[in-house]
């Protein structure tokens, strides 16, 4: 992989005419193996930087992951690396790739890993490590093979980006029954795809031959394995499989007349922009000088630090329990969820449990999963934020009870403004009254913490507040305690929520007759109409002491 130039000798040397000829770069004796060899060594690079991230990966698959299939991802991308064809245009330039290697390779690790520290959770769900890693092998196919080769084989880096992320691959095999079966197919058929990536220097037919061919023998090798462990079938009908039809389709159908993306184009000196017809026929690969391949052997030393360091701060030790906890807690089995089988297999179980009511307190519920493989429970636990999550967000913002229906009718009316007026909507009417609250509070100028209200949907008269210290709110760190006992606390005034509006009100949960009565520790003072309607909106209440019952339940949660 290093060139360097030949001496010129002889009296052709000192001849200006000769002088001015450009040196022929020495290559490899085979274009192939150069390739090969790069691709190898861009791989180590990869497994190197991110030993700890591949490491743990290993060590899930192992215990029963899912995530199988990506053991063979790196066979795939090896297969669509070396099959891109056309020769790649352009000369080329070591200063440029190292300048476009650091400035956008730098700034998407950069944004990357404070992406996984900010949110982790995110960070695992996306399988965030995995994608730094590929970004990191994008940076170094830049220094190894040349900025324009990589960008020409753009297809290799979008599958990457498609199967280093867990959640497709789970979603579609939950929705084929969540068996070892379908989660080997699932892999077979993104070792088809790979293939036909792969096979751009053969002809389309025998292309779409090798890769019906590849996915049908994949299924069926997933078939015949279905019994073995996830890791062998997958091995089989998503590793071994697409490599031998791809090893046959480019060794009976490639095109010989060409050369791959990675190992065509010019080749020049490094650095110097300059290439030359000797250099574009003797090699298909830049040449790199050792400090080239020093300073990329020093970054994957740094990122090695860098990711072991990040790893060991983010692992976390399992908490053990007696196997029957549920009954020492007082828990009752009350539902079983069957859809889990399609996500953990047939051995998981989801049971709800429900603690013993007490009264003042909200009603309960604690889910337990249980499944024998711990890289299993991982995967699902990461993903459950969008499987469970998403659902039930949806369901929450549409419900006109507890939803928040302001933005619904201001996206409404950007997008249509003709059908929906902004000054017809009847949540901007009600601006009004927070407005008018707001004032009214700020003009009695009541020392911090007088006021008492949710947020959720007292916010407007928070924010057209002059002095926002007067408030608590839900997000303040006393606001269950001032629910609690806000006679104890300072609270002058209760702002409550109509409940015929809205169940989205923690006043109106731990005192449930206080809108129509005060509750025994307060009195009714204002009524602030809805701007829109003629329903109350808010009903202001002024604490008059400690009710008789002072030792009620106090609220355990929202």
Known sequence: MLGHHDSAVGPAASTPAAADLPLRPRAWPNPQLDLVLRIVVLQVLCLIA?????????????????????????????????????????????????ILAIALGGLALLISYLTANRFPTT?????????????????????????????????????????????????????????????????????????????????????????????VLGIAASAVLAARPLPVSVSVGAGAVPLICFVLLYRFSAVSSRTTH???????????????????????????????????????????????????????????????????????????????????????????????????????????????????????????????????????????????QQLKFVVESLLHPERFPAQEQRYRQGLATDRLLADYFDRQRLPAGSVLMDSFAAWGIWLNSADTKQFIVTSDYDFKAALNRPWDYGVKYLVVTNPASTDADAINIRYPTLWNDGAGFSKHVLTMMNGASDDDRFRIYEITGAPLDALSPPLAGR
């Open 123 to 215: 960070s695992g769900l996306w399988n965030l490590p995995l994608i730094s890693s590929m970004l990191w092998g994008i940076c170094a196919a830049t220094i190894l093979f040349g900025v324009r080769r990589v960008w020409q084989v753009w297809p290799l880096w979008l599958f990457s980006l498609v199967a280093v992320t867990p959640l497709p691959s789970m979603f579609i095999t939950a929705s084929l029954g969540g068996s070892n079966f379908a989660a080997a197919s699932v892999a077979a058929i993104l070792g088809a795809v790979a293939v036909f990536l792969g096979g751009e220097r053969s002809p389309m037919r025998w292309r779409l031959l090798a890769t019906a061919g590849c996915a």
């Open 262 to 404: 990675l190992g065509g184009g010019l080749a020049g000196d490094e650095g110097s922009g300059k290439s030359t017809p000797e250099a574009h026929s003797a090699a298909g690969l830049p040449l790199r000088s050792p400090i080239t391949l020093t300073m990329l052997v020093a970054l994957t030393g740094v990122l090695l630090v860098i990711n072991t360091a990040i790893a060991g701060k983010q692992k976390m030790e399992l908490a053990r329990v007696q196997a029957d906890w549920t009954s020492q807690a007082g828990l009752s089995a009350s539902q079983e969820f069957d859809f889990i089988h399609r996500y953990l297999g047939t051995d998981a179980t989801f049971t709800r449990y429900l603690p013993a009511q007490v009264a003042g307190y909200p009603a309960a519920a604690v889910d337990v999963i249980t499944v024998a493989s711990l890289g299993a429970l991982r995967t699902l636990l990461l993903c459950a934020s969008i499987a469970i999550g998403f659902p039930v967000t949806v369901n929450a913002a549409l419900n006109e009870r507890i939803g928040n």
């Open 50 to 98: 991110y030993g700890d991230v591949y490491y743990t990966l290993a060590v899930s698959i192992s215990e029963g992951s899912r995530d199988a299939y990506l053991m063979v991802v790196p066979i795939h991308l090896v297969i669509i690396a070396f099959g891109r064809g056309t020769v790649a245009k352009g000369v080329s330039d070591g200063e440029t790739d190292w």
